[in-house]
């Protein structure tokens, strides 16, 4: 028995399981047909669904995925864990039994801070099964953040590898404490107080829910990365990530039997969204590589070895890719995508004269599922990262007046016919939320601007726009610009304060390999904007230097402007070097 009531593969169309299938096999139909998949998709709006049961478990019944991998991982030393649909549904069994012995119960907050290892899908799938609320945390967070997330997110447990549990000494509170990897087996010691989690694998394989689980209980509790202003803590529901990767699977063009590979560190919804959502949707592998460096050869050569046919990776991982030699990956995937932030033109261009394939970005947040996305066999427009998906309708509000159907504005989703991979709210905050929804909208805080084909190309953070010359500057458009310069790395465009023209464009730079700071670098970059970029949009002040980022990898642009405001560092001006 599920908390949907179906019994296996295929059972009950009108079940939770049925509609989600039926929506899941009508995107895979319309996979390369944008404007049918647009025209006919319904999101299935179940009262009841649980993920874990009425789906993972029940695809994991099907003679089809038996032998199938549901998740493949390879360490830097070479070693190989791999477990099948079927094995996962079994552990995961195991898990929720013996959580739910601890005293793990519906509702309960669970901090789970593992790194990519399988223990870390047994426990996600385990917390679903037990209707347990995950607070996801990378293993990069220290002490002082672990205190906001048991305070703030009023954590009854938490699930931590046994490298991290002395994090945990200065963090107060009444929680359970579950230690990955220690114990007799693992060759070291539990610190003391904490239970093992190896003794899950003693209990049963077979699994109860102790009652349904309703379509609007909170499943998981994001804390966004923090760019901007202090985390906020973002709720969503079960259906409002499972059923809304839909989304995600239809964008990255998953098909059942595919093997995904999705960069990512667990803690954030990207890892969510492609690395556990996203493929098994679609029945396909979720494919890892853990490193401690990343090494582009090592990386290619994996992909080639595990057959990889879609890949995923952010910005930061791509702009290193593409130093190396591409054509070191014998087989190229079928699908490739970036998210996270907007990927620059010379990165695409580069990859696709390399690979064949075209990188398709995709945009989202935290708050939602991928909201807007070049989708597989549609027409690519440089520097545009696509239209909205199925299930979303998307309007450009005016950032003063609040009115829809400006050109340039905040990119806003219609709430009307709420699209389901929308988060509930920000948890505890609901001032925050109210704001976030007013008017019939949710507002990204994102601005955009849209083509006559409904193409949407993005701007920038409402907060990192800003005016020189009473001229409207997008950082992103002066990164891009920058980052065609093969001594460019990385580039971060800020304002800096100027007593005539108010702010003028100041970069900060990492160079590429091979090239020193100094003048001479720097009087080529000043070179190359002002060959590229109009006249009131061109770099006036350069630093070079490494950029401030999230732990999920995101630039702290705000930390950029507040350094900038606070004086110059070693900086080089536009008109000393010409």
């Known amino acids: ?88 549904a079994a552990r995961s069994n195991q898990a929720a039994n013996w959580l739910r012995a601890q005293g793990v119960r519906a509702g309960d907050r669970v901090v789970v801070m593992l790194g990519n290892q399988v223990e870390l899908w047994e426990t996600a799938l385990a917390a679903m099964k037990l209707r347990a609320v995950v607070i996801p945390a990378t293993p990069l967070l220290g002490t002082a953040d672990l205190r906001d997330r048991v305070g703030r997110g009023g954590a009854r447990h938490v699930i931590v590898r046994a490298a991290d549990t002395a994090k945990f000494t200065g963090v107060p509170g009444d929680y359970t ?240 016919d709420r699209p389901v991979g929308l988060m509930t709210g920000y948890n505890g905050d609901p001032e925050r939320t109210a704001e976030a929804m007013a008017g019939g909208y949710y507002r990204t805080g994102d601005i955009g601007t849209r083509d006559a084909d409904g193409y949407i190309t993005y701007v920038g953070r409402g907060d990192d726009v800003f005016k020189a010359s009473d001229y409207k500057i997008s950082p992103f458009e002066l990164e891009s610009a920058l980052l065609e310069h093969e001594a460019v790395a990385e580039a971060a465009v800020v304002p800096a304060p100027d007593p005539v023209r108010l702010a003028v464009p100041k970069a900060y730079v990492v160079l590429a390999e091979g090239w020193e700071p100094g003048p001479a670098t720097a009087k080529a970059i000043f070179e190359h904007s002002r060959a590229v970029l109009a006249p009131y949009k061109r770099l006036k002040r350069l630093e070079f230097g490494e950029l401030p980022k999230t732990v999920s990898g995101k630039i702290r642009r705000i930390e950029l402007r507040e350094r900038t405001a606070a004086g110059p560092g070693e900086e080089f001006a536009e008109g000393d070097l010409t």
Not at 295 to 311: I, Y
Not at 341 to 368: A, K, S
Request: aromatic content about 10%.
């Open 1 to 88: 028995m599920t908390s949907g009531g179906t019994t296996g593969p295929g059972t009950a169309p009108d079940g939770p399981t049925g509609r989600f299938r039926a929506a899941r096999d009508f995107l895979l139909a319309h996979r390369e047909d944008y404007r049918g998949a647009c025209d006919g998709f319904v999101w299935p709006r179940p009262a009841y669904f649980n993920w874990a049961l009425d789906w993972f478990d029940r695809i994991a019944e099907d003679p089809r995925n038996a032998d199938r991998l549901a998740l493949h991982i390879v360490e830097e030393d070479g070693t190989r864990t791999r477990r099948t649909f079927p094995e996962m």
């Open 177 to 416: 404490r579950i230690v990955v990897g220690a114990g007799p087996g693992a060759g070291r010691p539990a610190p003391a107080g904490w239970r093992l989690y190896e003794e899950a694998y003693a209990a049963p394989a077979g699994f109860e829910p102790d009652g349904p689980t309703a379509a609007d209980d909170p499943l998981m509790l994001y804390f966004t990365s923090g760019t901007t202003a202090r985390p906020k803590l973002v709720e969503h529901t079960h259906v409002s990530y499972p059923i809304g990767h839909l989304a995600t699977m239809y964008w990255i063009g998953l098909k059942p039997g595919d093997v995904h590979l999705n960069i990512a560190s667990p803690g954030w919804a990207k890892h969510a969204w492609s690395n556990l959502f996203g493929p098994w949707n679609a029945e396909a592998t979720v494919f890892i590589h853990n490193y401690t460096r990343f090494d582009a050869a090592r990386l290619m050569a994996e992909m080639d070895a595990s057959g990889v046919t879609s890949f995923c990776a952010p910005p930061t991982v791509w702009r290193m890719l593409i130093q190396a030699d591409l054509t070191q990956l014998r087989t190229p995937p079928r699908e490739a995508v970036a998210a996270g932030e907007p990927l620059n033109p010379e990165v695409i261009e580069t990859v696709r004269r390399e690979w064949g394939v075209t990188i398709r970005d995709g945009f989202g947040q935290t708050e939602t599922v991928v909201q807007i996305a070049n989708s597989p066999g549609q027409l690519l427009k440089s520097g545009s990262m696509g239209r909205p998906l199925p299930g979303f309708a998307v309007e450009l509000l005016d950032p003063v007046t609040g009115e829809p159907g400006v050109a340039e504005g905040e990119i806003s989703l219609v709430l009307a």
